[in-house]
């Protein structure tokens, strides 16, 4: 059978070994896992409560439409229902923007390394990928903007970025959106937003009237807590969500993921609390590598990209030996890093102990 030329080129997302594979393999009867940028908190307590009540519907389609999430959503949110597209994931939203936009005789512009799904699913479609590479861990987007022409459709900016955790100011993302001509979607992806503390980062819902070629990406699997639930979200112009949604697969969110999330923006006080223990956790890593004198990225999402200055993949294998899982930069882009999910704070600190007898 003949499939697609581009798959054979491709391979399926790789993720991280189980803690049961850890615990057997290295005789450990604790293993934590810091690689997949999940909360370490959990959950809203609402959100579990929704799903509990939830059980006795499981034999019954979800609404396809997410009307009820939707309504809430909007709201939360500050724009109209129709200016929303739903996601298993926000994963599955990139993937619904390049089945609806790319194909082969169109170009598509990213950042490099960042968010491999962009790639991946441009790779699919057959669509030629330009990638400008980070400068000091940042989007270069003058650079991005000198990639566009008129086979350009989609730009991809993911802020905070990942794996560096860097982000675009309010300035510079106007600027690129007043630069980029209104035939190419600008997608800002926003995963880590809930996290985000700098002063200067936009606030890219207000954009949306005024740039009619603008989508924003969120997700309720960081913050929120929600990640094996799989539902996230795009932001955008009702005309281009109406174009865009028969790309979207029917039921593609279950009904537990809708009321876990509905309930979920119920806590603000949850997300809150997360927002700042995750702040005090990266200073615990900042802390760690100014003593250590690591090069690191400041980080407005929940991890750090540490460089160790040797290859990757020998401080995760010596992290992984004493019960600790995180992420090799052999497999972002950045062969001497690591990439940490900021943990709770005694998390924090096993690791960071950890990774100083490795050091010295």
């Given at each position: 059978?003949?499939?697609?030329?581009?798959?054979?080129?491709?391979?399926?997302?790789?993720?991280?070994?189980?803690?049961?594979?850890?615990?057997?393999?290295?005789?450990?009867?604790?293993?934590?896992?810091?690689?997949?940028?999940?909360?370490?908190?959990?959950?809203?307590?609402?959100?579990?409560?929704?799903?509990?009540?939830?059980?006795?519907?499981?034999?019954?389609?979800?609404?396809?439409?997410?009307?009820?999430?939707?309504?809430?959503?909007?709201?939360?949110?500050?724009?109209?229902?129709?200016?929303?597209?739903?996601?298993?994931?926000?994963?599955?939203?990139?993937?619904?923007?390049?089945?609806?936009?790319?194909?082969?005789?169109?170009?598509?512009?990213?950042?490099?390394?960042?968010?491999?799904?962009?790639?991946?699913?441009?790779?699919?479609?057959?669509?030629?990928?330009?990638?400008?590479?980070?400068?000091?861990?940042?989007?270069?987007?003058?650079?991005?903007?000198?990639?566009?022409?008129?086979?350009?459709?989609?730009?991809?900016?993911?802020?905070?970025?990942?794996?560096?955790?860097?982000?675009?100011?309010?300035?510079?993302?106007?600027?690129?959106?007043?630069?980029?001509?209104?035939?190419?979607?600008?997608?800002?992806?926003?995963?880590?937003?809930?996290?985000?503390?700098?002063?200067?980062?936009?606030?890219?819902?207000?954009?949306?009237?005024?740039?009619?070629?603008?989508?924003?990406?969120?997700?309720?699997?960081?913050?929120?807590?929600?990640?094996?639930?799989?539902?996230?979200?795009?932001?955008?112009?009702?005309?281009?969500?109406?174009?865009?949604?028969?790309a979207r697969e029917p039921f593609n969110t279950s009904r537990v993921a809708q009321v876990a999330a509905i309930a979920a923006l119920?806590?603000?006080?949850?997300?809150?609390?997360?927002?700042?223990?995750?702040?005090?956790?990266?200073?615990?890593?900042?802390?760690?590598?100014?003593?250590?004198?690591?090069?690191?990225?400041?980080?407005?999402?929940?991890?750090?990209?540490?460089?160790?200055?040797?290859?990757?993949?020998e401080v995760f294998n010596a992290l992984l030996k004493k019960g600790y899982i995180v992420?090799?930069?052999?497999?972002?882009?950045?062969?001497?890093?690591?990439?940490?999910?900021?943990?709770?704070?005694?998390?924090?600190?096993?690791?960071?102990?950890?990774?100083?007898?490795?050091?010295?």
């Open positions: 059978m003949r499939v697609k030329e581009q798959l054979l080129s491709l391979k399926p997302y790789q993720p991280g070994k189980p803690m049961e594979e850890v615990k057997k393999e290295y005789n450990l009867t604790k293993v934590v896992k810091l690689a997949s940028n999940e909360n370490p908190y959990g959950c809203s307590p609402k959100a579990k409560q929704a799903i509990v009540d939830e059980l006795n519907q499981l034999a019954i389609y979800p609404d396809g439409y997410s009307a009820e999430l939707r309504t809430k959503l909007a709201a939360h949110v500050g724009v109209k229902e129709q200016e929303l597209i739903f996601g298993n994931g926000s994963d599955e939203v990139v993937q619904i923007i390049c089945r609806a936009l790319l194909s082969p005789d169109t170009n598509t512009v990213m950042a490099t390394p960042t968010f491999p799904q962009y790639k991946h699913n441009a790779v699919i479609e057959g669509s030629e990928i330009r990638e400008v590479p980070l400068v000091d861990g940042n989007h270069d987007l003058e650079n991005m903007l000198l990639q566009i022409d008129e086979k350009t459709t989609v730009v991809w900016v993911c802020t905070p970025n990942n794996p560096t955790g860097t982000y675009v100011t309010k300035n510079s993302l106007l600027n690129l959106l007043n630069k980029v001509p209104k035939h190419v979607l600008v997608v800002v992806d926003e995963a880590y937003y809930e996290y985000v503390l700098a002063e200067d980062y936009p606030e890219t819902v207000e954009f949306i009237n005024d740039y009619p070629n603008l989508m924003i990406l969120r997700t309720f699997s960081k913050a929120y807590g929600l990640a094996s639930l799989r539902i996230g979200y795009g932001i955008a112009n009702a005309e281009l969500i109406q174009k865009i949604e028969p119920d806590d603000a006080e949850f997300v809150e609390e997360c927002r700042g223990k995750n702040k005090e956790g990266l200073q615990q890593f900042y802390r760690f590598c100014e003593e250590l004198k690591l090069p690191y990225y400041p980080s407005e999402g929940n991890f750090i990209l540490i460089d160790f200055n040797r290859d990757s993949d992420r090799s930069g052999n497999a972002l882009g950045f062969p001497t890093h690591l990439r940490i999910t900021v943990g709770d704070r005694q998390q924090n600190e096993e690791i960071i102990e950890a990774l100083r007898e490795f050091v010295q």
